[in-house]
Structures are given as structure tokens and as C-alpha cells.
């Protein structure tokens, strides 16, 4: 199975990186056993957002940037509004980076 690395700029995927990096430096942990991991985590994390995530969020803000390069979308959007069926939530700036899930059958 094919995976992204997307997630690891999340914020616990930087922290997973962090805490891996530090095992490696110290000796607790092979550089190998670290890819491991990490490929782990991108695996996991495309399985965990694909079967257990059910939640519709509509977005609407001002589009600041947008760039379509290698089958990824960035937009940046700024007084964005996230919205669901009980909540919304309003965010000066926001970056979101959306990539096809059909390639990860390629």
C-alpha cells in the first residue's frame, strides 16, 4: 500500500520525527528501525482518516494562494469559517493540502 507523508508535518507526526530523532542520536534506536516507524505512522494515519473519520466540515473564507504542482492542491485561505452540523469555527489563516487518494492505488 501507498502512502503520503502528508502527515508528518502534523503536529504529532513533527512530534513522532522529534522523538525518533532524539532515540537515534542516543543509540535507543536504529536509523532502519526509525523508517519503519515512519512509514508505519503514514500508513496508519491513511487507514485511521479513511475509515474512521465521518464528519462533513463546509469551508468558506478569502482565497489567498493557490498551487496546484505534482497532483497536490495548496490553498491558503485567510477569515476562513469551518463549519459542521453543530459547530463552527472561525481561523485567521489556514493552509490546506489536498492530494488525490486515487494515486495511492498507482
Not at 46 to 58: G, M
Request: a negative charge; aromatic letters at 8%; one cysteine or more.
Amino acid at each position: 500500500m501507498a502512502t503520503f507523508e502528508l502527515y508528518r508535518r502534523s503536529t504529532i507526526g513533527m512530534c513522532l520525527t522529534e522523538t525518533l530523532d532524539e532515540m537515534v542520536q542516543s543509540g535507543t534506536l536504529s536509523p532502519e528501525l526509525a523508517i519503519q516507524v515512519l512509514v508505519q505512522f503514514d500508513k496508519s494515519m491513511t487507514e485511521a482518516l479513511e475509515s474512521q473519520v465521518k464528519t462533513k466540515v463546509s469551508i468558506k473564507g478569502h482565497l489567498h494562494t493557490y498551487r496546484f504542482c505534482d497532483n497536490v492542491w495548496t490553498f491558503i485561505l485567510q477569515d476562513a469559517m469551518f463549519k459542521n452540523d453543530d459547530r463552527q469555527e472561525n481561523v485567521s489563516r489556514v493552509k490546506i493540502v489536498a492530494c488525490d487518494s486515487k494515486l495511492l492505488t498507482q
